[in-house]
Nanobody, 125 residues
């Protein structure tokens, strides 16, 4: 059973940076893709970024492109989301997730098989 554990959330001022980590265990990730979603209060869960574990190809939502960077460190089975130039609109619970079906939509939560418990990111103005 794959387990994903996020860390690195917290409170930061507008314009600041945070790096989220996602430690993965219990699976062989060569064919997986890792993604990050976020959910703000009373809003739907929103795709943020994704990365193909093997080749490293990545994709971003328009709202975070050029500010956030997704990466992975294969040797540690850990993924990262570097978030720069944060704004209050980035405040949300951030979830690490993984999907096994190559070619399935990056943007739909239904494409993903495994989810972490989430980590809160709060950006103050």
């Amino acid at each position: 059973q794959v387990q994903l554990v996020e860390s690195g959330g917290g409170l930061v001022q507008s314009g600041g940076s945070l790096r989220l980590s996602c430690a993965a265990s219990g699976g062989t990730f060569g064919s997986y893709a890792m993604g990050w979603f976020r959910q703000a209060p009373e809003k739907e869960r929103e795709f943020v970024a994704g990365i193909q574990w093997g080749g490293g190809d990545s994709v971003y939502s328009d709202s975070v492109k050029d500010r956030f960077t997704i990466s992975r460190e294969k040797s540690k089975n850990t993924g990262y989301l570097q978030m720069n130039s944060l704004t209050p609109e980035d405040t949300a619970v951030y979830y690490c997730t993984a999907k096994t079906r190559y070619g399935s939509s990056w943007y739909s939560p239904e494409s993903y098989n495994y989810w972490g418990q989430g980590t809160q990111v709060t950006v103050s103005s």
